[in-house]
């Protein structure tokens, strides 16, 4: 690793290419210096030209001397990469998939979707003005096809889609309205929104806007059964409460007076957790010693908040918490040395696999990888769907909601059909995956 550190540091400071770049422009103006004096005096060119023809060479040969260091350099730095890092093939896409047929594999087979996950990505991490760019060149480029990716339309944030036809002008061109710029995007406004807020709460320790944004947004975050409002107001509350150190008796009734206005708006569910906050009140003296240090002494409060406040903006837009191409490519490049395994094995045995869009091997990854999309059933063996969706018992145990029906059908109590359990039908909870 040293000797590819070595050689980037040789590129950066010695041979990049500033001397060739003053030289080159050294050249051009003394060929403008000779253009303007035979301008200014035509009579004068032959003169002019033969003037040239020295300090011109030299010049040459002074960029091309600056042109070799460059070289040597770059040659410096290529061997030291190729000396760290073997050349080996990387996995096609063809893996798993059927590629004798010469259809379009991997990702050339679903490039729209591709495309729509870079705009997706780069909106997610605040890159406003890169996918913007990015949509306007899909853009462009799908104008010229009959059937152009139909995800642009929701970077323009059109509802619906009765219409399966592009809307175009007389002269063939696309509608600039519907597909034209990200700016009339409801994705664009929503995480410049996000990112406004977190900056505040990440960076500046403001609660301000957060707390807006929560109250604002009350009713669907409790329908999810989250937790954002109270954990705002405990990191507010702690705020107050640690505010200002010099004067603490100030800081501590400020504390009081904010639990008094806001804590009782959470004691349907958190009454435990309130009470437990005002009880910190009797231990403002001695906290760095009481039970409750842990909550004053956190400094990743803010942070474990911050992320909090992200899932629940993206899944209050029906959005994972983290972007999908990350996940993807993470996912990626843990299963790479598998991949890169199997094609060796079966470029080497000439194996063929025949199973479209199917692995021969497993690629095992980390749990927070795993993603159960798909509930099946354990009595009927059939398939969740959303009509049929999966049920929780008061004991824990799912199954589908036609079983349920199945099994409570005129009865006050159901039993469960795997534990002892007994409960009222109407306590089952559906469960969403
Ligand atoms: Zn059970």
Redesign the pocket.
């Known amino acids: 690793m040293e000797s590819i550190l070595a050689a980037h540091e040789t590129l950066s400071s010695k041979a990049n290419l500033s001397k060739a770049l003053q030289d080159v422009d050294a050249l051009i103006s003394l060929l403008q210096n000779a253009r303007d004096n035979i301008e200014s005096d035509p009579d004068t060119t032959p003169l002019h030209i033969a003037k040239l023809k020295t300090p011109l060479k030299q010049s040459f040969d002074k960029i091309d001397d600056d042109l070799k260091e460059v070289n040597k350099g770059l040659n410096q730095y290529q061997k030291a990469l190729k000396d760290k890092f073997k050349a080996s093939a990387l996995p096609t896409a063809s893996i798993g998939s059927n590629a004798s047929d010469g259809a379009a594999t991997g990702l050339d087979s679903q490039r729209s979707l591709v495309e729509r996950a870079i705009a997706m990505h780069l909106l997610r991490e605040g890159k406003f003005d890169v996918a913007s760019t990015f949509v306007k060149e899909v853009s462009a480029q799908a104008a010229g096809q009959d059937d152009p990716p139909r995800w642009l339309e929701d970077f323009a944030d059109q509802e619906g889609g009765e219409d399966e036809n592009m809307d175009e002008d007389e002269d063939g061109e696309l509608d600039e309205e519907l597909y034209g710029e990200l700016g009339r995007g409801h994705l664009q406004r929503k995480f410049a929104e996000m990112y406004h807020i977190l900056d505040a709460l990440r960076n500046q320790h403001n609660l301000t806007l957060a707390i807006e944004w929560a109250r604002n947004h009350s009713a669907e975050l409790e329908d999810r059964g989250s937790n954002l409002e109270y954990e705002l107001s405990r990191l507010k509350f702690v705020e107050l409460y640690t505010s200002s150190p010099d004067d603490a008796n100030t800081a501590l009734l400020n504390a009081l007076d904010y639990a008094r206005a806001t804590f009782p708006t959470f004691n349907s569910r958190y009454a435990r957790e309130t009470a437990a906050l005002v009880t910190t009140l009797a231990y403002s003296t001695q906290l760095a010693d009481s039970p409750y240090s842990p909550l004053f002494n956190n400094p990743s409060l803010w942070t474990s908040t911050s992320q909090l406040f992200t899932r629940e903006f993206t899944s209050l837009l029906n959005l994972p918490s983290t972007s999908p191409l990350r996940t993807a490519i993470t996912a990626g490049g843990l299963a790479l040395p598998i991949l890169q395994k199997v094609e060796r094995i079966m470029s080497t045995s000439r194996g063929q696999w025949t199973s479209v869009n199917e692995l021969p091997v497993e690629t095992p990854l980390p749990a927070n990888f795993m993603f159960h999309s798909i509930f099946v059933c354990p009595v009927s063996k059939e398939q969740g769907t959303d009509l049929n969706p999966p049920m929780m018992?008061p004991?824990?145990?799912v199954i589908a909601k036609e079983s349920l029906e199945g099994t409570s059908r005129g009865k006050s109590r159901v039993k469960?059909p795997?534990?002892p359990?007994e409960s009222k039908p109407g306590e089952a909870r559906r469960v969403y995956i």
């Open positions: 018992l004991c824990g145990h469960c795997y534990c359990i």
